[in-house]
């Protein structure tokens, strides 16, 4: 027994010295290309946006204590780096440069990805349970998110 727990101790410490080596940073950003500052956002999405999808897609992430683990930091990182890619709302200008129908897009699988519940993504609600989109909130994203569209055209 006592070999045990001296074996799992050397693991445990390995293992949160090892968990020094990832410390992510967020890129810095330039406040005034963020969707925030080119768009009315109704402070209720604003909201929602920055508590359910925040982590993912913007400059702001808040990197949580486990993401400083080597195997479970480079996920995280992965999937930060692929939100961050598929939309960024503190870089909104640069989907704006690719066209009015790419940031309509954007916007549109807000909604769309809403209402089928594949964002937040499951695995990160099982972290953050927060996050999770009620009824009324994926209503509140798919009707300013067309009234965007609208205006966009």
Request: charged share 20%.
């Amino acid at each position: 027994m006592r070999g045990r727990i001296t074996i799992a101790a050397v693991l445990l410490g390995a293992l949160c010295l090892l968990g020094n080596v990832h410390n992510f940073e967020n890129p810095v950003s330039n406040p005034s290309i963020a969707l925030f500052e080119m768009v009315e956002v109704p402070q209720p999405v604003r909201t929602i946006l920055n508590r359910s999808c925040a982590d993912c897609h913007t400059n702001n992430t808040h990197w949580p204590w486990y993401s400083k683990f080597p195997v479970i930091g480079s996920m995280i990182e992965a999937h930060v780096r692929k939100g961050r890619a598929e939309l960024n709302l503190s870089e909104w200008r640069k989907h704006l440069d690719q066209g009015r129908e790419e940031a309509a897009s954007r916007i549109s699988g807000i909604c769309e990805l809403s209402m089928t519940r594949t964002m937040p993504p499951t695995g990160y609600l099982a972290l953050h349970p927060d996050a999770r989109l009620s009824a009324q909130e994926i209503d509140t994203l798919c009707r300013w998110s067309t009234a965007l569209q609208t205006k966009m055209q």
